[in-house]
Each structure stands twice: as C-alpha cells, then as structure tokens.
C-alpha cells in the first residue's frame, strides 16, 4: 500500500469510527449489554415494591376509629346507624368506639394507649367532630351521614349536589408542566446512571488488555475517546430503542388507564426530539469526564472505588437542575443552565415549561464545544498520566543502574 | 547500507542541527527529553535512521529504549528535543505509513485472528473487508490458517504475538518499529522474525527495533543507538561501534622466549599449559601486522597460528556503555531466558 504522504493519517473521525465500530459490537454481543437492558427493569421493580410496601403501611397506619362521646343512647343510635350502613359502604364509614372515659373530647385525643382520628360529642341532630383538620374535613361527610340515619330510620332525601369546574389557569398550566420536566428530568438521571458505570470501567479493558499503546501509536487519543463515547452513545440509543418499543406497548396496551403527563410548552414531538439531543449532550459530558477519571485506574476495583464519588456527584448536578426546575428565570437556572453537567438537565426541564426555542440552540451549542474541551482535556491528561514507561517501576531503577 | 552517522553524542543538543544524510531519513530525532515525575527517563537522546535501514536501539530495560520509541511515534510528547518521521514533526500525521509492536503486546481477547489482523490495520488506515482478507492470507502464509476463526483468548501466548506482529505489518507500512521483538519468541519464531526483517528491509521497509539482545542487533542491523541512562553515548554503524575497540592478534607459537618476545607488546596476555603451546594475546602494533611476522619469523618463534580478531558488538558495548549497563544487559537477558 503506497501512500502518499498527504493521506499519510486517518482523519479525527475516520479513526474514531474504527474504534466505535470495535467497541459497539463487542458491547453488542457481550453479556454486560443483556445486564444493561435489563438495567431500567430493577428501579421499575423496586419502585413497584416500594410503593407496594409504603401504601400498604399506609393504609394499616391510617387511622379511622372515632371514639363516641355522645349521650350513652345517641352512640347506641350511632353503633346501630353504622352497623346497618356498613354492608354499602364498607370501609367508607369510620370505626366508631364508644368512650369509656366521660371527659372533654380534647382530652379523649390526649389519652395515652388510644388512637383515635377524631372525637364525636354534642347530639344527633347537631354532631360535633373534634380532632386534627385532616381527619376531621374527611370523616365529617360520614359522620352526618351516621347521625342522619342514627335520628331516623329514614332519613330525608340527601340533595343532589352539583359540580362546576372551571379552566385551568396559566399558572396551573405551568405548575402542571413542572410535573413533565421533572418526568424528563429523572427519565435522563436514570439513563444516564445506567451508562455511567459502563464508561466509567471503559478504558480499563485496553488497559488490562495492553491494547492500549496500539491505539496511542496510531490514532489521536482525542479519536479513541470519541470512538469509545459515540459506540457507547450507540448502544445507549439500541437500549432505548428496545426499552421504548416496549414503554410504546404498554402505552397501547394501558391505553387512558395510565396516569398522563401534561402536554409540555414546546409539544411533545420536539420535546422528545430536544430530550434525545439533551440525552446524548448529558452522556457525552459526563462520559468524557468519566473516561477521563476511569482511564486514571488501573484495575476495576479501582473503577469500583471511584464510582461512589461520582455517583454522589451525579447525585449533586441532578439535585441542582432539580431545584432550578421550581426557580424559572432566577440565576440558579441560569447557573444550572451554564454549568455543562447540569445543562442538559436544566435545558429538558426549560423545554417543558417554555415555549422559546433560542435558549435551546445556544445550549446545545455550548455543550457540543464543551464536550470538545472535555475530550481534548481528558486525553491530553490520559497521555501524560498512563502512557509512561514500558515497565513501570523499572525505568527509574534500571536507568540510574545504566547510568 | 550505512547512513552517515551521527558519531559520537553524549550532550543533549541545545537547539536542532542540520543533518547530512546521502538517503532521505525515516526518523530524526534531536535532543529528545522525557521526565517522568522525579525521573529523567530520556535525557537528550539523537537518532537518525535512514529509509530501507535495520537500525537497532541497545540498552538494558530501563535504559529509556521504550520511552524514546514511544516518542519516536507521538504516543507521548517529548519535554524537549524534536522528532520528525519522514520528515513530519507529529508522527501521528503519518501514522499509515508506520507498524508498531509493543513491548507489551495485547489485543482484544474476544476478537478472532483475521478480525484482530484487520481491527489492527483498519487503525492505519486499511478498509476492514481487505484487512482481513489479507489477514487470512497473512495468517496461512505463516501456519497458522487453521486458527484463523479463533478467538485470541484461545491462541498461545506465541500465536497470539504471532498475530499481532501479523497485524503489525498487514497494512505494508514505510516504517516498523519493533519494541523487544524476540521477547517471548521461541529460538525457532526468533529466527522466522529476523528472516521476517531482512525481507522488510529489502523491500525498502525501514524498521527499527529495541532489543537487550545484543547478538540480535549484531546479525541485523546497519545501524545501532546504545541508550544507557537515558543518553545515546553512540549512534551510529554497527562496524564503527566494533572499531573503538581495537582489533586483538591472537598468537600461538611453539616457543615461550627468544628475541622475538621483544617484538610482542609489553601487555601481551601470556596463556600457557604444560606441554601445549604458547597463546599470546595483543592488540595489532602501530608497525603494522607485516612487521610484526617479519620479526617473528627472524626470531624463530615457531609460529603456529596467527589470526586477528575483531571486537564484537557486545564488546564496543561494554566500551561505549560501561561495565554497569553491559551488567544489567546481560542480567535482562538472563532474566528473558
């Protein structure tokens, strides 16, 4: 092969292509991409545990006894009320108890060894409910029910009630979308804690497999970074493929019985767009700061020690971009905005609440030419940190013996 | 096959010189530094290699081969000094032209042989699909075709080195550049590789390698770099390296004295053994070799042999080097063993 001297290199993108083209299919076709799809299954069934755990605990430490403090023949009328209502409407009606003790129904609440939501006092005709507002505004409903029926045997037709909604206001409108940014926001933490490990252990395999310094001697750090960030990008991309064909099922399956997000301030088509172009600015930012920090260890238990810090660091940009969510047009959303790990984040949140389209192109802008630093930085760094000697821990010792 | 040599360089150069070479030169290096923390692994090294030249970089591991090959290539940046590569300041501008074997050798486990040959060569620049086809014809030429569908992992630690060296050359670089070749080779696969040499450097392919061998360097090369300390106390051809020392006359007489011991140099190493002749060891007179027989002759020393020896290259080594660097060459290569 005669080359001419001015076709003498690969181009940056040429030989970061060689690289990602390598990495994406052994990525591909290695166990860590089935463990990497299965990644978003173990969050979904924790979260279902979780909540699972938490409303059943809910609902066993929900308390709906209301202790009766009424004359002894009014809470005979009540006990009896309730025991003929009970068969229809179950678990709607409040335990009712009868209180042994004849003192104020403030005190009743205070008695050590009882739990009850609320007091009933005062007379069939004119119940009084004592306790905290919550209990008290929820179980007032049943307990005039309860009295109702406990006066009389049949009670006077209840009136019929009737319900005037109105538009929401632009505010509630906003304050609805908050709801979508922050959806879009976790949805990103979530992809993004997902890759952050793989790329954080990336550079390990060249090294333990010493096919490092064939990279170094033929191409530009720079394109082996890039080619390592865009095959993990395009794996990335096959798992969100395979994850969303199966999120789209659900959704046709599940039809209106699942809980919807409001319509974000740009639509959904261009949400979704500027969600994927924020998806793999977020990534590329983060995982060239992570390939730069995973190429500084040695084996993979150093990786492991360095994935605590730095998912607690994630943990940090995730927190700020979520609380700038809540302050539209303050200066933290601008700092969240402008910090590169953070933007991505900050910008998604931005194209749920609002309409302009500007801020996008300009933050867009900004973290491409960030990701650029980033690399440029973090393989200029890789070089003079990693590429040292042949045998490390001879040079020094064997030279001056030389010398 | 000699270039003009360099000489004689034990000074770091203050700034780039000219050089003069009758062939356009593969790789120049000037004044290159390299400190890595408190070491100075690479402290002002010159090197000029001629196109088509097998030129051999001697030193014992440590002496700073490794760290000036990898600068050579632009793996790493040198502190000070330049580095062309025909003629270019960022080798990796001319990355296509050039093969590197690592000292450390690796690839992809999971890859098999021909893909590992064309990943490697797709690197400099070769499409992936005559990458690997010429990976296939690379790997039965050198028997190893029943391995081609084998992942690395399942080779050898020599067919594995065998492959990579295959991947080395598959794209048919200008330049290789060997770090330790026969490291690791067998004395059967050390042979192929320096008959694999000579073929390169007659198709006009200038390679360089690092060895601590130095009978290697000493069959191959035109030219040699010892590196001891991170310095070249010589660059140059491998016959001027072995003229330092001067050529040794190897005596043997029948006779032990006589008026022609006065002919012989004061020095002269005397070996005898009861009932066996006489050897007597002396570098070649200043009067030259005829007058030195004339005068045996006429003394009736009762010659029995008469041959001058030339220094090995392991002998200018030790010169050029010093007695502590040949001690820790020779300990690496034991170690090798």
């Known amino acids: ?403 | 096959m000699a270039g003009t040599p360099l000489g004689m360089l034990t000074q770091p150069s203050a700034a780039p010189r000219p050089l003069t070479h009758t062939r356009p030169l593969a790789i120049e290096a000037r004044g290159l530094v390299k400190r890595f923390d408190n070491t100075l692994a690479v402290d002002g090294v010159d090197i000029a290699v001629p196109e088509g030249a097998i030129y051999g970089i001697l030193g014992p591991n440590g002496a700073g081969k490794t760290t000036t090959l990898r600068m050579l290539l632009g793996i790493i940046d040198p502190d000070a000094g330049v580095r062309r590569v025909f003629g270019n300041d960022r080798p990796h501008e001319v990355a296509r032209l050039i093969g590197y074997l690592p000292e450390e050798r690796g690839l992809y486990p999971a890859m098999k042989c021909d893909e590992a040959i064309a990943f490697m060569g797709a690197l400099r620049g070769l499409p992936l699909e005559e990458g690997r086809k010429r990976g296939r014809e690379l790997l039965e030429n050198h028997g190893l075709g029943y391995a081609i569908d084998r992942q690395i992992r399942q080779l050898s630690k020599g067919m594995a080195q065998t492959v990579q060296l295959l991947g080395t050359l598959v794209h048919h670089p200008r330049l290789v550049v060997f770090d330790e070749p026969f490291s690791g080779l067998d004395a059967i696969n050390q042979g192929k590789l320096e008959v694999m040499i000579r073929d390169l450097a007659r198709g006009g392919t200038t390679v360089i390698f690092s060895t601590h061998v130095i009978h290697h360097a000493e069959r191959l090369c035109d030219d040699v770099a010892i590196i001891a300390g991170g310095r070249v106390p010589y660059a140059g051809s491998v016959d001027l390296a072995r003229d330092r020392i001067p050529a040794q006359v190897r005596l043997e007489t029948a006779r032990g004295e006589g008026v022609w011991r006065s002919a012989l140099p004061e020095d002269a190493r005397h070996d005898h053994k009861a009932s066996a002749s006489h050897f007597w060891h002396f570098p070649i007179p200043d009067t030259g070799i005829e007058a030195l027989l004339k005068r045996l002759i006429e003394g009736e020393a009762g010659i029995l042999s008469l041959s001058i020896e030339r220094a090995g290259l392991h002998d200018a080594f030790v010169e050029i080097a010093g007695e502590a660097a040949a001690r820790a060459l020779a300990e690496d290569a034991q170690e090798q063993a």
């Open chain 1, 1 to 403: 092969m005669d080359i001419p001297h001015d076709k003498a290199r690969l181009s940056l993108f040429a030989a970061a292509r060689v690289v990602a083209r390598r990495d994406f299919h052994a990525i591909l076709f290695s166990r860590a991409f089935f463990f990497f799809l299965l990644g978003p299954l173990f969050p979904v069934l924790v979260g279902a545990m979780a909540g699972g755990i938490g409303g059943q605990v809910q609902r066993e430490a929900a308390v709906n006894t209301l202790a009766l403090a009424m004359a002894p023949a009014d809470n005979a009328a009540m006990l009896r009320a309730r025991e003929r209502l009970a068969p229809q409407l179950g678990q709607g009606l409040p335990t009712l108890t009868p209180a042994e003790q004849q003192i104020a129904p403030e005190e009743i609440l205070k008695l050590t060894g009882e739990n009850y939501a609320a007091v009933i006092s005062g007379t069939l005709t004119a119940p009084v409910l004592t306790g905290p507002e919550g209990p008290i505004a929820y179980w007032s409903g049943p307990v005039a029910l309860l009295a109702a029926n406990a006066a009389a045997d049949t009670p006077a037709a209840y009136p019929a009630v009737t319900r005037s909604p109105t538009a929401t206001s632009v505010a509630a409108a906003r304050s609805d979308r908050i709801r979508t940014a922050q959806a879009g926001q976790l949805l990103l933490f979530l992809l993004m804690m997902l890759l952050a490990g793989m790329v954080l252990s990336n550079l390990v395999e060249e090294k333990a497999n010493k096919v490092i310094e064939v990279l170094a001697a033929a191409i530009p750090m720079d394109a082996v970074f890039f080619g390592k960030l865009f095959a993990m990008l395009g794996v990335s991309f096959v798992g969100i493929a395979v994850w969303g064909s199966f999120a789209a099922l659900i959704i046709a399956l599940g039809g209106d019985a699942l809980p919807s997000l409001p319509t974000p301030a740009l639509g959904w088509p261009l949400f979704i767009a500027l969600g994927i172009v924020y998806f793999a600015m977020g990534y590329l930012l983060l995982g060239s700061l992570f390939l730069t920090i995973g190429g500084m260890a040695a084996t993979v238990r150093e990786v492991q020690t360095l994935s605590m810090p730095i998912t607690m660091m994630q943990l940090l940009v995730f927190f700020l971009a979520a609380y700038a969510i809540t302050q539209p047009g303050s200066l933290l959303e601008l700092a969240a905005a402008t910090f590169p790990l953070s933007s991505p984040f900050a910008m998604l949140a931005r194209a749920a609440q609002f309409e302009s389209l500007w801020p996008h192109a300009l933050a867009i802008a900004w973290q491409a030419l960030c990701v650029l630093l980033f690399v440029r930085f973090g393989a200029a760094l890789f070089r003079r940190r990693v590429m040292k000697s042949g045998k490390a821990g001879r040079a020094g010792k064997t030279a001056r013996r030389a010398a």
